[in-house]
């Protein structure tokens, strides 16, 4: 089955500085990689996703780039501000399948 | 996308009891996912809920602990049996599946924090 890593499990960065996450998958037949974000005591919320046939996609202060055959992922998130500060999950799927999600990092945004 | 209701939001359970989770969808939508979130960890996937058919379980957890119902397109039930201080979590919903359900992502429930004493 599919097996996602996320690095790092924790991020602190000062306000305004950028922040990156990275993540791997092992599955070649996954094409659709969504982002979350969780709030303390709030359900994930999807804030971007990429499908496999796009190497980049942009969101106002957030990218995301994908190497499928690297098989590896990044969530860019620029001009960092205090809520952005949250705990931040990747994930991998097939269209319609299960999707697996990677461990987790927990981006503190210094005021 | 698609939006959940789910309840109960939070409960407080007795070991050795059963408790029923609920999620309604606002759409009709082929999967519902079942999670599982412990304290500062990340989602693990309990089971596929698909309408008409039995539920799909992971590896670790089987029917009679986690019975599912998937009654109609809409709505899915979560039964956590014979509760155990090890079932403390957050359980939460979830449905899309991007092109193939035609929804964006996927959503998830607001989740029922559960407490066994």
């Known amino acids: 089955g599919e097996n996602v890593e996320q690095h790092p499990s924790t991020l602190s960065v000062q306000e305004g500085d950028s922040a990156v996450i990275k993540c791997t998958y092992s599955?070649?037949?996954?094409?659709?990689f969504p982002w979350y974000k969780q709030e303390l005591g709030k359900r994930p919320q999807l804030i971007i996703d990429?499908?496999?046939?796009?190497g980049e996609k942009k969101d106002q202060r957030i990218a995301v780039t994908l190497n499928k055959t690297a098989k590896h992922f990044s969530l860019h998130i620029t001009e960092t501000q205090p809520e952005d500060s949250a705990v931040y999950f990747c994930?991998?799927?097939?269209?319609?399948?299960?999707?697996?999600f990677g461990t987790g990092t927990k981006l503190q945004v210094i005021p | 996308s698609a939006v959940i209701s789910q309840k109960p939001s939070r409960d407080i359970c007795q070991r050795g009891t059963s408790l029923t989770i609920q999620c309604q969808v606002d759409?009709?939508?082929?999967?519902m996912f079942w999670y599982r979130q412990q304290p500062g960890q990340s989602l693990t996937l309990i089971a596929t809920?698909?309408?008409?058919?039995?539920?799909?379980?992971e590896s670790g957890f089987v029917i009679d602990k986690f019975p599912i119902s998937r009654p109609n397109l809409t709505f899915s039930t979560l039964t956590v049996s014979n509760m155990s201080p090890e079932d403390s979590s957050i359980y939460l919903c979830?449905?899309?599946?991007?092109?193939?359900?035609?929804?964006?992502?996927?959503?998830f429930g607001s989740g029922t924090r559960l407490t066994v004493v």
């Open positions: 599955d070649s037949a996954s094409n659709y």
């Open positions: 759409s009709q939508v082929t999967m």
């Open positions: 994930a991998a799927s097939s269209e319609g399948q299960k999707v697996t």
């Open positions: 809920a698909n309408q008409g058919s039995e539920a799909t379980y």
């Open positions: 979830s449905v899309g599946g991007g092109l193939a359900t035609g929804l964006e992502g996927y959503t």
């Open positions: 990429i499908r496999s046939n796009v």
